[in-house]
């Protein structure tokens, strides 16, 4: 697996749009349900993890070693570092709206990791491409394979937040999402327009998009799943949030009526009453049973004496 040589224009040319797709990922990755795609505007991230964003930050320190040392073409080189520093803005954005961290200390925590990470990938890429260009070949295919576990696993957090919501995509903006997807599919395939396909390079933006597309499958489904209930929320003027949260209210209403009759199903409640009933009227009987008896003695002891004193 030698590094690169000369590189063609198409592997340039479509590494640059791959490049560009991924400048586009400013911070809006909010879904548009919030009524905007702007951080700075909602200031809120509901459902967007911050580790997704620290780990592809993190994940930009390994690829961008592994693509400089392979050679890559210019934009494929160029796109960790750009992927890696808007991760850290919006990984910043997330502890400022959802951990209620301070701005200036979100900032200089971010810029501080950023400067680490700089200087990690620039000595790496100084320690490895001599012995690399020697044939040593082990460093490089394990930095190349950190990058794709690290790539994994900030698409995994995003699964937890869908698991929650029953397959509801909420906090990720599908522009965001479709351009990152695009980005990653240019870039693949500037790979392929290269002399020889790098295969680790391969599988790093595979795995983004395989993980990427099982996001927007989810929504779907999902989507397909709540159409009854979505439309009759528009036909009631809700939102989908609103009209669960009325309708679950109503539930609640409901077995709060069930728990004062002693959480009793409504079938029993009326077989019971049926069976009182039934118990009133063999009591009653029993007490005119009793109330006549006395009566009906007396007389029989009275038409006795008559027939004894005739």
Excluded at 119 to 148: D, F, H, K, N, Q
């Amino acid at each position: 697996m030698a590094p690169q040589g000369q590189i063609p224009v198409a592997a340039n040319v479509l590494g640059t749009i791959g490049t560009v797709y991924v400048y586009q990922n400013v911070p809006t990755q909010p879904s548009k349900e919030t009524d905007s795609g702007n951080l700075q505007m909602l200031k809120k991230t509901d459902g967007l993890p911050g580790l997704m964003l620290f780990l592809w930050a993190a994940c930009a320190v390994p690829f961008g070693v592994y693509a400089v040392v392979q050679n890559f073409n210019i934009p494929i080189q160029v796109q960790p570092q750009a992927f890696g520093v808007l991760a850290l803005i919006c990984w910043a954005q997330c502890l400022v709206y959802h951990d209620k961290w301070r701005v200036w200390t979100a900032s200089l925590l971010a810029g501080g990791c950023g400067i680490l990470f700089g200087g990690v990938e620039a000595l790496l890429i100084l320690t490895l491409r001599g012995p690399y260009s020697r044939g040593v070949e082990w460093p490089i295919i394990m930095v190349g394979a950190i990058a794709a576990v690290l790539l994994a696993a900030g698409l995994v957090p995003p699964y937890f937040e869908i698991w929650k919501r029953k397959g509801r995509v909420v906090g990720i903006n599908f522009i965001f999402l479709t351009i990152d997807w695009s980005g990653a599919f240019f870039s693949l395939i500037a790979l392929v327009a290269q002399h020889t396909f790098d295969i680790l390079g391969g599988v790093l933006y595979i795995v983004c998009l395989l993980l990427e597309l099982g996001i927007f499958i989810s929504h779907v489904v999902w989507l397909i799943r709540t159409r009854k209930v979505r439309k009759e929320a528009k036909l009631a003027g809700k939102t989908y949030d609103e009209y669960v949260d009325d309708e679950e209210g109503v539930t609640r209403e409901g077995s709060g009526v069930g728990d004062m009759l002693g959480h009793r199903p409504a079938s029993e409640v009326e077989a019971g009453a049926e069976d009182d009933v039934e118990k009133g009227g063999v009591v009653t009987a029993a007490i005119d049973r009793v109330v006549d008896g006395p009566e009906e003695t007396s007389v029989e002891h009275a038409g006795k004496d008559t027939k004894s004193h005739a």
